[in-house]
DNA sequence: GAGAAATGACCGCTAAAAACTTCATATGAT
DNA sequence: ATCATATGAAGTTTTTAGCGGTCATTTCTC
């Protein structure tokens, strides 16, 4: 019996956006002159692990992704007010929030 | 014989910017209400893999996160300029510097 | 307060990702 | 031009993330 291949659906923005990064990651580590080998190896990750992120392969897991980004310096999120201040002011406007979402009633609600 | 759990070091900047998309994410449900199943089920993912996202978990792949990030609306680039067109001019900046990177003699670097 | 729904946490299974390896080719410093 | 090495592209093996399920608890609506 053959099993068929998860069929996994990403919008247009997802895709563009990995892409984005890993070029971006490519682009640093070029200017940086670093080789894949060595980033890698930096990383803690095999190159082909990074050759795929570099390529905006959709299914790296994230940690790895980040990761490789932060070593050749990307930043992605404003480093202006440090990260664990925006995670903390993150944390008081959910807890303003009710804990448990009471609402949608079966609407799937697709948007357009 | 005990075969000991891979160690895997991550910065505590992709710790952190994990954390902060996970819980940007679990803020922009909550404020749309909508649950996890809801939004689990939109993004095609199962529940479990949600909370993992929202928790912060490096592990999780990262088309998924991105996806789940833009169907609750949250945008990791600017989307003043067209990703595509983000893409294109990293591109050409790649195309500028040299094809293969060659300098690094082994050194590792440490860099603390 | 009652009841339905949402959340939190855990677990086994399996498809799939990461690691590891190899090889050919391209590239750049000398 | 030489040659060490960087890169591209597989194939295989090992590890693991996502799935789907369960169950207890919390929380919101009425």
Redesign the pocket.
Known sequence: MV????E?TYSRYSTDAVILLGKLIQLA??ERK???????DR?????????????G??????G?VFEVATIVGIKLFDAESRLTMQIERADDKIAL?????????KRVDDDF
């Open positions: 099993l068929r291949k998860k996994r580590r070029k670093i080789s894949e080998s060595d980033l890698a990383a803690g990750i095999a190159r082909s692990t990074l050759q795929k992120i570099e390529k392969d959709l299914t790296c897991e994230i790895l929030l009710p804990k448990a979402v009471r609402k949608s009633r």
